[in-house]
């Protein structure tokens, strides 16, 4: 494709109408509030433990005093040996016990943030995207397909989620550059992690515990899950086609690439990153890095690329700073979700939660208690974000559920993998999600809006798995 060609189309990132969105502080902070609210309302209780994992059939009923009195109790330390639902003083204090709990992941996001800062001052991401973009004339289709499989791979087979964040303002940069708003870039990312940790194929994280818990060989059962992984990558895609479609893009339509030709100061800080993810993700998998690991690692890249990009120390810091800036929000955000945690955690109601939907299962058909299972992972989800946290509080009562009720251990563990991908994908409680949408500069309710109907047609696939699970035996 010519850049000097005539008749070439510059396409405008589409205005995004403005409206009064609710702020995301206040949505968050308004589930902490009906957090605190539910320790007087929901008995307290708890499992016996070995390590993190629960003891089956050791819950136990917690005397505990729910007198509303106790809502203006100031004193922040609970007596030992004495249950009582959470008081005003104990809420605000979760929250920066939450940011404290969130630290790991706040500061990653941070410092992610600052890295962008400088690859956006340098020029060399809007640089790159221009190379990109003339590869395939333009064509966001083409470029859709590829991305999410490559995407969704790195998810289902190898655990990539946090990783990604580095990717998402890419994205995002390259739905702009195409005339289309931050949330299709952003849906690109996103969809394709959540449609590779529903099926979870040889994903390690949720597998190594899951799998032993319910006595089943670590990575079995591969085979299915990946057919599980088509379906879903399948609709994800086509989902995220439709929004670029319904966004007003104009298939095949010829951009005109105004910049100079790409430096090799650009191609070699692209070169760099480049090289930096993939030795992220080896690096990540071999030696199970953890966020101090990761922030670190994140920390080198930003030293790089700042020495290869020419702008000198002070202007390098000063884009770090202002890229930090636009990701501050997110700091906040990760700590009040992490403080619902903490609230919860407090008026001991966590394992009552679990108890209670373990109840209504039921034993009595095998379809019902698999549906069942996946709608209490849904819901405890909500409750228990990290993925393998939920597989040790949930794994060792819901597989006495399975094998009294028919349910074989593989369909226990997909309706595990299931629910929690599913809520992952919505829920405001999510650490992971929430620094997501703040390198893509999303609000939550904006995302909520656009990916609801996306998460009630992975419900509603997810219940026909199960249910051919069963029937099949599986």
């Excluded at 946290?389 to 226990?412: D, E, F, H, K, N």
Aim: net charge neutral; proline share 4%.
């Amino acid at each position: 494709m010519s850049q000097n060609n005539p008749s070439s189309e510059v396409i405008a990132p589409k205005a995004t109408p403005e409206h009064k969105s609710m702020n995301p502080i206040i949505i968050l902070l308004g589930i902490l509030v009906f957090a605190m609210f539910l320790t007087y309302i929901i008995d307290s209780g708890s499992y016996q433990r070995q390590g993190k994992v629960v003891v089956p059939n050791s819950y136990q009923t917690l005397q505990k005093d729910s007198s509303i009195s106790n809502l203006f109790n100031v004193d922040p330390d609970p007596v030992q040996n004495i249950t009582k639902p959470v008081s005003l003083a104990g809420m605000l204090l979760s929250i920066p016990e939450g940011l404290e709990r969130g630290a790991g992941l706040i500061f990653m996001v941070l410092i992610i943030g600052g890295l962008f800062g400088i690859l956006t001052k340098s020029g060399a991401i809007d640089a790159g995207l221009e190379r990109l973009l003339s590869l395939v004339n333009g064509n966001i289709y083409v470029l859709v397909i590829v991305l999410m499989t490559v995407f969704s791979a790195g998810s289902t087979f190898l655990g990539l989620a946090s990783e990604y964040l580095l990717v998402i303002p890419i994205m995002v940069a390259m739905a702009n550059r195409l005339g289309m708003s931050n949330m299709i870039g952003f849906s690109i990312v996103a969809v394709s992690v959540k449609a590779g940790y529903l099926s979870s194929v040889t994903n390690p994280l949720p597998l190594t515990i899951a799998q032993p818990l319910l006595g089943l060989q670590i990575f079995s059962g591969a085979e299915i899950r990946f057919l599980f992984y088509l379906v879903f990558l399948l609709v994800g895609i086509i989902f995220v086609l439709l929004m670029v479609r319904k966004s007003g893009y104009v298939k095949d339509v010829t951009i005109s690439f105004a910049a100079e030709k790409l430096s090799l100061r650009h191609s070699i800080m692209l070169a760099s990153l480049g090289i930096s993810i993939g030795f992220l993700v080896y690096a990540s998998n071999q030696w199970h890095w953890k966020h101090h690991a990761l922030s670190a690692y994140y920390i080198a890249i930003c030293m790089l690329l700042a020495l290869v990009s020419g702008m000198g120390a002070n202007n390098a810091a000063n884009a770090f700073v202002s890229g930090m800036k636009k990701v501050l929000l997110a700091s906040f955000l990760i700590g009040i979700a992490s403080a619902v945690a903490v609230t919860l955690e407090k008026g001991q109601i966590l394992d009552s939660v679990v108890h209670g939907l373990v109840s209504a299962i039921g034993d009595d058909n095998p379809m019902v208690s698999a549906v069942g299972m996946f709608f209490s992972q849904l819901t405890l989800d909500f409750l228990i974000p990290s993925t393998s946290g939920q597989a040790a509080v949930s794994m060792p009562i819901m597989g006495p559920i399975g094998q009294l009720s028919g349910v074989s251990a593989q369909t226990t563990l997909n309706a595990f993998l299931f629910g929690n991908g599913i809520t992952n994908i919505l829920t405001p409680t999510s650490g992971t999600l929430l620094a997501y949408l703040a390198t893509a500069k999303i609000a939550w309710s904006d995302w909520a809006k656009f990916i609801f109907p996306l998460w009630l047609i992975y419900i509603g696939i997810a219940i026909v798995l199960l249910a051919t699970s069963v029937y099949l035996g599986y």
